[in-house]
């Protein structure tokens, strides 16, 4: 799960409870994270399902783990809870993403320039230890290391 620091202990204490009760609606954890933004706290879990999340699925699953996430108290500040879908153009963040996605579309940033560009489009061929091969748009291969891009995404807008 996407978080770290103070924020992962936040997440991965979330996480087993979340997961349970995911399952249990039919759903599964896409991501969870836990972020300071401004002067506000936020934990944003992130479900999924065959066919898409619909609202009903997204305030199913709040009324669902609100009980427990307060019986279980994870977080010692207010913080806001937001369940969502990880909609189009969903971040790749966890080994099983990036096996569901082989095949498909994506679109990734590097933090320092290859060649002089940063930002790179393709299909992803292949994931293995933190590898991500992509087959770019110019019918090129390239090979990096998931910790060499600042985000890697679904490219579901140019499918």
């Not at 307060?70 to 806001?80: F, K, T, V, W």
């Not at 993403?97 to 560009?117: A, L, N, S, W, Y």
Request: charged share 30%.
């Amino acid at each position: 799960m996407a978080s770290k620091g103070k924020g992962g202990a936040t997440v991965a204490a979330v996480a087993g409870l979340a997961d349970e009760i995911a399952r249990s609606l039919g759903l599964r954890i896409w991501d969870i994270n836990f972020v300071k933004e401004g002067a506000e706290y936020f934990l944003r879990i992130f479900i999924d399902k065959d066919g898409g999340v619909g609202i009903e699925d997204c305030e199913n699953f709040s009324r669902a783990i609100d009980g427990p996430l307060d019986e279980l108290d994870p977080i010692e500040q207010g913080y806001c809870l937001e369940v969502s879908s990880p909609g189009i153009e969903r971040s790749l963040t966890k080994p099983e993403h990036f096996t569901e996605c082989i095949g498909q579309k994506v679109q990734f940033r590097m933090i320092r320039p290859v060649d002089g560009e940063r930002d790179f489009k393709g299909v992803l061929a292949s994931f293995d230890s933190g590898n991500v091969e992509v087959t770019l748009d110019n019918g090129k291969g390239f090979v990096f290391n998931k910790k060499e891009a600042s985000f890697i995404k679904l490219d579901d807008f140019n499918m």
